[in-house]
């Protein structure tokens, strides 16, 4: 496959300044405004898809699959009986859908369980604390660890305070700026802590808004230092002890935590498909992840993405169009533990990665579109620009930069063409891995038009004369 690959850079080396829109499905050159031609030519089925999405026997039927979903299997965690319930059922659905090559791939994904969890202020006053353990996190001994809080709004205040750090468990009280950058207390929080000789560590939620909830999510270990339990406590605990904390009251917590971790689980991703026409051996994949953490009911983060995916492929199927490329379903499993799932798929596929046109994951909510985030060439963001222009019905053509999705990483890595959707992010992280995530967050209309973008794009993308450029 390397020696074909490097055959066929060879011959379209030559072509690359005079046709930047080459393809390796070969033909006659064709110019950017043959391009924009061809794409524009889609615009009535890209109608009929808007039609039958938002105003046919279609609507709302994202939604309601979703809903049955969560409510019959709750929250999905890797290596839960939840999630291997939730997969076999999908499988069985998406075969009545009348969908072609439905079949589970095998996974290994880590299987670790919470337990009974509990944080009590013993001093100045008996106060409950809202704490959701973190993912992979070790529990306390059963008499639980009492000590001293050490609060600190910053690693470089924690270094600063490292000598008053020993025994003591750390409180962080960081200030939200975004998720992607707050999110590293979550992730290394325990681990500086540990450094400094904490017994355990409490992290501010990572969220820019609470009703005394806390997010839970994946921390990650060194093997150079020691492990402690850490967890997450809701904003207004934290900004409470910070407060006491400036006035100079000693606190004490007393954190109960029974949390373990077990081998790993058995899993599979799922996988259903449209075989393409022409080319079936090419393949544009959409994706979402099916397993959630074990609050709420995971419905926002992703079944909402999942769903719409699936959608994408059943409104293809129920107007009678069959793309020239495979349309590639992929419900992921072990998302929430670093792309676990997606890691071990792209590895059994890597042989055939010439063959993947585009990759596309839906999992930063559904709610209102706003537009394709994209991560690809300047030429290919281009046609991409032109596609969404198909979008202009329901006023929703933007292309954004950084279409990234933990899934799809593994194949951004390797050049090929990526693409996610971008909605109001307004409330996705005031549910995001909270026991608020729950179907009460989703609204269908939303749903509708989330799903009618993604199936136009995928369609189109799947359908087109060429593949994308890289």
């Given at each position: 496959m390397k020696l074909l690959y490097l055959i066929a850079l060879i011959c379209l080396f030559p072509q690359s300044e005079e046709n930047p829109l080459?393809?390796?499905?070969?033909?006659?050159?064709?110019?950017?405004?043959?391009?924009?031609?061809?794409?524009?030519?889609?615009?009535?089925?890209?109608k009929k898809i808007i039609d039958l999405a938002i105003h046919g026997k279609a609507q709302n039927r994202s939604y309601e699959r979703l809903a049955f979903f969560v409510d019959t299997f709750g929250p999905r965690v890797s290596g839960s009986r939840n999630l291997e319930l939730a997969i076999q059922y999908m499988h069985k659905v998406l075969k009545e859908d009348g969908l072609e090559n439905v079949h589970l791939e095998p996974a290994k994904i880590p299987h670790w369980e919470r337990g009974e969890e509990s944080a009590m202020m013993m001093k100045p006053r008996n106060h409950s604390i809202a704490l959701l353990g973190l993912g992979g996190s070790i529990g306390t001994p059963p008499e639980g660890i009492t000590a001293e809080v050490l609060v600190v709004t910053s690693f470089d205040d924690l270094h600063k305070k490292a000598q008053e750090a020993h025994g003591k468990i750390v409180v962080y009280n960081q200030q939200f700026v975004s998720y992607g950058e707050t999110v590293l207390y979550r992730v290394r929080g325990a681990v500086e802590a540990a450094k400094v000789g904490a017994k355990a560590s409490l992290i501010k939620s990572i969220t820019p808004f609470s009703i005394h909830s806390p997010h839970t999510g994946i921390q990650e270990y060194q093997s150079d230092v020691p492990k402690i339990p850490t967890?997450?406590?809701?904003?207004?605990?934290?900004?409470?002890?910070?407060?006491?904390?400036?006035?100079?009251?000693?606190?004490?917590?007393?954190?109960?935590?029974?949390?373990?971790?077990?081998?790993?689980?058995?899993?599979?991703?799922?996988?259903?498909?449209?075989?393409?026409?022409?080319?079936?051996?090419?393949?544009?994949?959409?994706?979402?992840?099916?397993?959630?953490?074990?609050?709420?009911?995971?419905?926002?983060?992703?079944?909402?993405?999942?769903?719409?995916?699936?959608?994408?492929?059943?409104?293809?199927?129920?107007?009678?169009?069959?793309?020239?490329?495979?349309?590639?379903?992929?419900?992921?499993?072990?998302?929430?533990?670093?792309?676990?799932?997606?890691?071990?798929?792209?590895?059994?596929?890597?042989?055939?990665?010439?063959?993947?046109?585009?990759v596309m994951e839906s999992d930063?909510?559904?709610?209102?579109?706003?537009?394709?985030?994209?991560?690809?060439?300047?030429?290919?963001?281009?046609?991409?620009?032109?596609?969404?222009?198909?979008?202009?019905?329901?006023?929703?053509?933007?292309?954004?930069?950084?279409?990234?999705?933990?899934?799809?990483?593994?194949?951004i890595h390797d050049g090929i063409p990526a693409a996610s959707l971008r909605d109001d992010l307004t409330r996705y992280f005031w549910f995001h891995h909270s026991q608020g995530d729950t179907m009460t967050v989703q609204d269908p209309i939303q749903m509708n038009l989330c799903a009618a973008l993604w199936t136009v794009v995928s369609y189109v993308i799947a359908d087109m004369d060429e593949k994308i450029p890289m």
């Open positions: 080459s393809s390796d499905n070969a033909g006659p050159r064709r110019s950017f405004e043959d391009i924009k031609r061809e794409i524009a030519g889609y615009s009535d089925v890209a967890a997450c406590i809701s904003v207004e605990d934290a900004e409470m002890m910070s407060r006491m904390s400036s006035r100079g009251t000693k606190i004490v917590v007393t954190l109960k935590m029974g949390a373990k971790t077990y081998p790993d689980a058995d899993s599979f991703n799922t996988v259903a498909e449209i075989i393409g026409s022409t080319y079936p051996e090419q393949v544009v994949l959409v994706s979402g992840h099916l397993d959630s953490w074990d609050v709420g009911q995971g419905a926002m983060d992703d079944g909402g993405g999942a769903f719409i995916s699936w959608e994408a492929l059943s409104l293809i199927k129920d107007l009678g169009l069959r793309p020239k490329r495979t349309l590639r379903l992929l419900l992921w499993t072990g998302e929430e533990q670093g792309g676990i799932g997606a890691e071990q798929y792209y590895k059994m596929h890597k042989e055939n990665i010439s063959n993947f046109d585009m930063e909510g559904t709610f209102m579109p706003t537009g394709l985030a994209f991560t690809g060439s300047d030429k290919a963001r281009d046609i991409m620009k032109e596609i969404m222009k198909l979008l202009k019905p329901i006023n929703v053509t933007d292309v954004f930069e950084n279409g990234e999705g933990t899934d799809i990483n593994y194949w």
